[in-house]
């Protein structure tokens, strides 16, 4: 039987493992993702899973199927967290998962396929400054330059990792090859309104949005407010309130467009003086990246016009760039027949937010569902959720891993 009570209990017994007083600060390699990762191991082998630390700080734990070494069917999400974080963005889909595992272990059931779940040490990126380290060490896709990363105190992650008690050169062997993961799923808060709006307890994720990240720097001349006339002036930070409304302007050009100017800087930054020079940053989200790039070539050709009319120089430099990670139509469609086996509305809805299956897509076909949370919150202590949609979705994820059919086994 699931037991959904213990779900949040198990939320509120990570919570406690933060740097944070009173909040919930845990970063990776942190004595408190330890503590948390120790935590997390135990419930694994209490839920009858083989369990251990890997070499990147992941916990894993594996159920065997109906025979020993098969494929698996790999669970997961992260247990780092932002920082003064909630306590579901993440832990809910390892918890979940591992509920799922104990439901069947306590009825001696084994399925015709391993079931894996790993609860991935870094997502969020925040201890150095790079995302989905956990992951894409799972993918096989962890970029050893990371371990040179420093974090914010000098510490690189090669040094981290060996206090930490574990050596970076074992990371390869924590890699997973094609072939051994039959799907991935994932189990994850929504951080959006949608199904608290149209009053759904779970959604089926269609595809993690891609995402362009811009910074754009104005340079115009900085000037006496007083003395100089508004006819010779070039004044960066206006030019920039022009290029943040057309920012604004292109994303609402289609529905499932996002854009957002996050940050913004202006120098000298003085109530007197004219802004001379603006630094700010564009983030472009969508799910399919013909509609990004489109969005991104609009904006960039939107801010050189801008520019050019108010001579200032333009510069824009492209940060980051990761393409959509499209979820598997083949596992969407088991997963719709899980939500409404359970009695749920099916809606299928794509993730604003980046998840760990953006690493797991490099070895396997990937889908997530998301469960209803408070007011579409998250990376805040009010992220909240109640426990009948944790209850909701782990008979979902149950269902679905009961019902899971691979790909390869059916064909
Ligand atoms: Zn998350």
């Not at 009173?22 to 408190?32: D, H, I, K, N, Y």
């Not at 914010?152 to 094609?178: C, Y």
């Not at 799907?183 to 709006?197: D, K, M």
């Not at 979820?327 to 299928?348: I, S, Y």
């Amino acid at each position: 039987m699931l037991d959904p009570g213990r779900i949040m209990e198990r939320c509120d017994a990570l919570a406690r493992h933060s740097e944070l007083p009173g909040g919930l600060t845990r970063v990776f390699l942190s004595p408190q993702a330890r503590a948390a990762t120790d935590n997390v191991l135990g419930w694994m082998r209490e839920a009858g899973m083989q369990a251990k630390l890997d070499a990147i700080g992941n916990a894993a734990g594996r159920y065997e199927g109906e025979r020993a070494g098969a494929p698996c069917l790999m669970l997961g999400s992260h247990l780092d967290t932002v920082r003064d974080a909630g306590r579901y963005d993440g832990m809910l889909g390892v918890i979940s998962a591992i509920e799922c595992v104990h439901a069947l272990s306590a009825r001696k059931k084994r399925l015709p396929f391993a079931i894996e779940i790993i609860g991935f040490g870094d997502e969020e990126g925040v201890r150095f400054g790079t995302t989905l380290l956990g992951s894409r060490a799972v993918a096989g896709i962890f970029d050893s330059k990371a371990l040179h990363a420093l974090d914010s105190s000098g510490q690189s992650m090669s040094t981290a990792l060996n206090e930490f008690g574990l050596d970076p050169n074992r990371i390869p062997e924590v890699s997973r090859k094609k072939g051994q993961v039959l799907a991935y799923a994932e189990l994850h808060i929504e951080q959006g309104p949608v199904l608290e709006a149209e009053g759904l307890p779970v959604g089926v994720v269609t595809a993690i949005n891609g995402f362009s990240r811009l910074r754009v720097t104005l340079r115009g001349a900085a000037g006496h407010a007083g003395t100089v006339p508004m006819k010779l002036r070039r004044d960066a930070l206006a030019g920039a309130a022009e290029c943040v409304l057309a920012t604004e302007k292109v994303a609402k050009g289609h529905a499932e467009l996002v854009g957002t100017v996050g940050r913004i800087e202006a120098k000298p930054g003085a109530i007197n003086v004219i802004p001379g020079e603006v630094m700010f940053t564009v983030d472009v989200r969508a799910p399919q990246d013909p509609l990004r790039n489109d969005a991104v070539a609009a904006i960039r050709s939107h801010i050189d016009k801008i520019a050019k009319d108010r001579k200032l120089d333009c510069e824009i430099e492209n940060l980051q760039e990761f393409g959509v990670s499209a979820c598997a139509p083949w596992l969407m469609d088991q997963m719709d027949k899980a939500v409404a086996r359970q009695g749920f509305p099916v809606r299928r809805l794509p993730s604003g937010a980046g998840h760990d299956g953006m690493a797991l897509g490099a070895i396997t076909d990937i889908c997530m569902l998301f469960v209803r949370c408070k007011g579409g919150i998250s990376h805040s202590p009010l992220e909240s959720i109640t426990q009948a949609d944790a209850a909701a979705g782990a008979r979902v994820l149950s269902d679905f891993i009961e019902h899971f059919e691979p790909r390869g086994l059916s064909a």
